[in-house]
């Protein structure tokens, strides 16, 4: 009976998200009549513009969001399983804070040594941006990697996190402070989150890093399901506690900065997908967990693109702006009724 | 009894400042005297006694940005302007924010009485970057952060400042002593209007006939170009800008570029739209609508050139334009042109750079551009 449910509410949040995924195709600021839409996929002689804005634009923005999603609700569960804290998400290890400070080095130092405005250093800007944000929360992983093998104590380890994050967040604060009003400008929009910046052209290295970071998260379950027993019990078991909370850093951390390299710190999604998760399957099981994040979260980041393109709205909201204000009251709503 | 002291002294300053003689004058003198700004929209100047009278308006409200009075620092001070904001000319010291203001007075060989200059970082003009290192121009710091110490022992008399509503004008007027005068030049829509501004240096420094010169021929250049576009029977399409991270920031259609578009002949894209503020639009509505479009106008703010190649990388999207397959791209290269210091006084040359590029048989066939030159590089 349990798993009739399971399969069905797989099934539907599956369902679900290829409607979205369809939706995002469909649905812009520039309006697609429905038969133009039709004659786009079947490929028939109509308007060229068409095609370019769904297979070129909206096709790879879809196709982020999706990846971008499911990448954070899973390091966001890893996260809270690991530290067994559930307002814990990947940004609470100073992960995206140290992403920011790679960013801000990039468009905000190289800005004030040379004197040129803006962060378009040319064209390899766009390149050098998702590369400084992998490098600054790569660094601040190993940082983070270090303290974990040294230490056992999980609370220990989040208060470290934050105090990294905090760290991080001061430097590039002051480099803001020196900085020109365009590079500061370039560097507020960055930390706004967009899944715009993919495109065709990066989508290949963008989605092989993800998929194989989620396709690693699928071997942790089981020992994600040991540590929910505690850390006592889950050494008596023979688990590993340093070699384990490493690896599960690794891959959570791996994820966080491959998607905010490419879109910016992105918040919400973590933290919030898997309550949702746990609430919709009442299970703390990691082997179905893990794949119902995932999935939700993709259907949250594609219900965000959508919003943040609304038709007849000319203009793109920044994604964080969506992905707290839809998220943060379904979120309520879920606790509130869980609580009941 | 404090308070009946208060209501009385309150009765009297408002009986003296209604009834007293000066004041009805002083009205008489503005509604008789003529605006001497023709073309911008938030300044007014008229004549006053043997100086000037001067109204800044905000651009945001109706409200007066602030009432200033120009004297000559030879003359007495007439009684009425003794408790009024007074600027004594020729202006002595002066901070400038930005470099629309300092261009000026380096143009008019007034440069000395510039003490101080914000933003330096910003300028690639080496006769302020000489003045600087002689230590004869102080770096001021930025807008958001100002070096209020240096500011102080500047003693400067003026400070020039750009009306932000960050600018805590109060506060540093206070400080340093100076009269605030809030420069509102890059508000001004109208091209003219903009470089009209330069009206104001010549009234600091008492240089009037000479920028009163210089800003006719302005005009005079302007008009006879635009005159010339006015009834081209082809009129090219044209959108602006590059966008980041998805998001065009485009120029509204009211906007001082949409206004040029205008008069070199051009229909912009977005010249329906009436704001004069940039739009945030999605990049699939800018496909979509100006995929056609003629010309595309881009400004570069790095040092390096761009390239059709250089534009591809940074996008794909970029190739699908029609005006990036006709190679119809005018780029402007912001810091080697010189641009924020110099175009806004020379709104001729920016009119003539996209006319040769619209309507090249309008224009000398041996024209160099200025600012905007057709991007010709591939690689």
């Known amino acids: ?152 104590d999980m609370t220990t380890l989040i208060i470290i996190g934050l105090m990294i994050a905090y760290l991080a967040g001061s430097i590039t604060d002051i480099l803001k402070f020196f900085s020109l009003k365009e590079d500061i400008h370039a560097f507020v929009i960055w930390g706004m989150g967009s899944f715009s910046g993919v495109g065709t052209s990066k989508m290949p290295i963008f989605a092989t890093s993800i998929i194989i970071g989620l396709f690693f998260t699928f071997f942790l379950s089981k020992n994600l399901n040991i540590l929910l027993l505690g850390e006592m019990y889950a050494e008596n078991l023979g688990l590993n506690i340093r070699k384990n909370s490493v690896i599960i850093i690794l891959v959570s951390g791996y994820l966080t900065a491959i998607v905010t390299a490419y879109c910016g710190p992105i918040a919400f999604v973590g933290l919030a997908m898997p309550h949702i998760a746990r609430f919709l399957f009442k299970s703390s099981d990691h082997r179905l967990l893990i794949p119902a994040t995932m999935l939700i979260g993709m259907d949250m980041a594609l219900i965000c693109n959508l919003i943040a393109r609304m038709p007849g709205f000319d203009g793109n909201l920044p994604v964080n702006a969506v992905t707290a204000f839809i998220g943060a009251p379904i979120v309520i709503s879920v606790i509130l009724k869980s609580r009941k | 009894m404090k308070n009946l002291l208060f209501i009385c002294l309150s009765i009297s300053c408002i009986l003296f400042s209604c009834g007293g ?120 710091g930025i807008e958001t952060s100002l070096k209020t110490e240096i500011a102080i022992n500047l003693h400067p008399d003026v400070i020039l400042y750009t009306p932000y509503s960050t600018v805590p004008k109060t506060e540093i007027g206070d400080l340093t002593g100076a009269v605030m005068f809030p420069f509102a030049d890059y508000l001004e829509n109208h091209p003219l209007g903009r470089a009209e501004w330069l009206k104001l240096i010549g009234y600091l420094t008492c240089r009037e006939k000479d920028t009163d010169q210089w800003f006719n021929d302005i005009v005079t250049r302007y008009d006879s170009l635009k005159y010339i576009c006015q009834n081209v029977e082809n009129r090219p399409t044209v959108f602006s800008d590059l966008p980041f991270e998805g998001q065009w920031y485009l120029p509204g259609g009211a906007s001082y570029i949409a206004q040029i578009f205008h008069d070199a002949g051009a229909d912009y894209i977005w010249k329906d739209n009436n704001s004069t503020a940039s739009l945030p639009v999605d990049a699939e509505t800018v496909l979509s609508k100006a995929r056609d479009a003629d010309f595309w106008r881009i400004m570069n703010s790095t040092n390096t050139e761009y390239s059709y190649n250089r534009l591809a990388v940074e996008n794909e999207l970029y190739t699908y334009f029609k005006a990036y397959q006709n190679r119809n791209i005018l780029v402007c290269d912001i810091r080697r042109s010189g641009y924020f210091e110099k175009s806004e006084y020379e709104p001729d040359l920016l009119l003539k750079d996209f006319v040769f590029a619209f309507h090249p048989e309008l224009v000398e066939t041996d024209y160099q551009p200025h600012y905007f030159y057709k991007l010709t590089n591939e690689k």
């Not at chain 1, 941006?129 to 990697?145: D, H, R």
């Open chain 2, 21 to 140: 003689p000066s004041n009805k004058d002083q009205n008489a003198t503005l509604a008789k005297s003529e605006n001497l700004m023709e073309y911008t929209s938030y300044i007014d100047i008229t004549n006053y006694k043997s100086g000037y009278y001067i109204n800044v308006s905000c651009p945001w409200n109706d409200k007066s940005l602030g009432e200033f009075y120009l004297y000559p620092d030879t003359l007495q001070l007439p009684d009425e302007l003794e408790t009024k904001l007074v600027i004594r000319t020729p202006v002595k010291n002066v901070i400038a924010y930005s470099s629309t203001q300092w261009s000026v007075f380096l143009e008019l060989g007034e440069i000395s009485r510039v003490k101080g200059i914000l933003e330096s970082d910003y300028t690639d003009n080496p006769e302020i970057k000489r003045l600087l290192a002689e230590k004869k121009i102080e770096d001021v």
């Open chain 1, 1 to 152: 009976m349990k798993n009739r449910k399971i399969v069905f509410g797989i099934l539907g949040i599956i369902i679900l998200g290829s409607i979205l995924f369809i939706l995002n195709l469909f649905v812009g600021s520039v309006t697609v009549p429905l038969d133009d839409i039709f004659k786009v996929l079947l490929k028939e002689n109509t308007d060229n513009t068409l095609n370019v804005i769904i297979f070129n634009y909206r096709l790879p923005q879809a196709l982020t969001a999706l990846l971008a999603g499911a990448a954070l609700a899973v390091a966001g569960l890893l996260m809270q399983t690991l530290f067994r804290n559930p307002l814990a998400d990947p940004s609470m290890l100073g992960i995206s804070s140290g992403a920011s400070l790679g960013v801000g080095i990039v468009i905000l130092l190289t800005g004030a040594i040379s004197g040129t405005a803006v962060s378009s250093f040319g064209w390899w800007s766009t390149i050098g941006v998702s590369l400084a944000a992998f490098i600054g929360a790569v660094m601040v992983l190993f940082v983070m990697l270090a303290f974990s093998s040294r230490m056992k």
